[in-house]
């Protein structure tokens, strides 16, 4: 019934807000569908499970705001090659893993993201702290001042 309801809804807006709670369960992979749509605002609904894949068909898209949900699983790789997106928001989710680097996922800012509380990566924490590398390398027990990892293997 809701998703039907959604689905109706997106066919005549290329915009569209869903104001505040009225939403749960999925977003309908179908949604994908919609190629036209270049503004999504799903926030502050109850939205669970993961952000769809087919979102990524949606070559139109600039703006897609889908904080305060509760979006779980990691961020579908194909959603940071949107390369019209530039404003996005993601926070007060569930989501975990990384966020996509060396994509514009990296240039938007910290509060895209925050309140997800197993979310990695630029711009939410560093990438030596995600990628588990201790900041200052041990190397005998001592600590090797301004030494990066090119000079470590170059040690060995
Ligand atoms: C999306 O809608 C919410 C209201 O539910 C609003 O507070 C928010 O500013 C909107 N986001 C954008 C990017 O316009
Ligand atoms: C994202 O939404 C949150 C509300 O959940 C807001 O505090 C934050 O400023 C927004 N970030 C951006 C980039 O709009």
Redesign the pocket.
């Known amino acids: 019934m809701e998703m039907f309801l959604l689905v109706k809804i997106l066919t005549i807006f290329t915009a569209i ?4 709670n009225k939403f749960s369960g999925q977003i309908p992979e179908e949604i994908g569908g919609f190629k036209s749509l270049y ?1 999504l ?5 109850a939205f669970t499970g993961a952000i769809p894949r087919s979102l990524s068909n949606m070559r139109k898209l600039e ?3 889908l ?2 949900n509760s979006l779980n699983e990691q961020i579908p790789a194909e959603f940071a090659k949107l390369t019209l997106l530039s ?1 996005l ?1 993601l926070s007060n989710n569930h989501l975990v893993g990384r966020i996509s680097h060396s994509t514009q996922f990296s240039t938007f800012p910290k509060s895209s993201f925050e309140g997800n509380k197993d979310l990695l990566g630029p711009p939410l924490t560093t990438d030596d702290i995600a990628a588990g590398f201790s900041p200052q390398p041990m190397f005998n027990g001592r600590r090797f001042p301004n030494s990066g990892h090119d000079q470590i293997i170059g040690m060995l």
Do not use: A, E, G
């Open positions: 807000n869903f104001l505040c503004i605002n799903l926030s502050n609904n703006s897609s705001d904080s305060v404003f928001n």
